[in-house]
Nanobody, 124 residues
Framework: VQLQASGGGLVQAGDSLRLSCAASGRTFSGSAMGWFRQAPGKEREFVAVINYSGGSTDYAGSVKGRFTISRDNAKNTWYLQMNSLKPEDTAVYYC??????????????????WGQGTLVTVSS
């Protein structure tokens, strides 16, 4: 099983980026898919999560209204559209899969599979 995150890069404040995470090796039927990030010198933090149907999503307060998570189950891929980027959004972004969309969705320990990370750098 492999999760391949892509789409990171260097952008200016106010710009947009779309991250993608493509899963291979299995389908994640019923799974919740999430994004976490880790800034230099900081702990990994929750960013967003979506349930299998796409009908339920949740976001960290710092990104709510700016980021949108979505998924395409036919492609076994999920996305993070990031708008109005800020320098404080600079981090390595990781995609992850959890068994279900549960009350533990904010915690990295709830996720079984992880991508390798993609770096997002936002300059001021």
């Amino acid at each position: 099983v492999q999760l391949q995150a892509s789409g990171g890069g260097l952008v200016q404040a106010g710009d947009s980026l779309r991250l993608s995470c493509a899963a291979s090796g299995r389908t994640f039927s019923g799974s919740a898919m999430g994004w976490f990030r880790q800034a230099p010198g900081k702990e990994r933090e929750f960013v967003a999560v979506i349930n299998y149907s796409g009908g339920s999503t949740d976001y960290a307060g710092s990104v709510k209204g700016r980021f949108t998570i979505s998924r395409d189950n036919a492609k076994n891929t999920w996305y993070l559209q990031m708008n109005s980027l800020k320098p404080e959004d600079t981090a390595v972004y990781y995609c992850a899969a959890a068994p279900r969309f549960s009350s533990s969705r904010y915690y990295s320990a709830n996720y079984d599979y992880w991508g390798q990370g993609t770096l997002v750098t936002v300059s001021s």
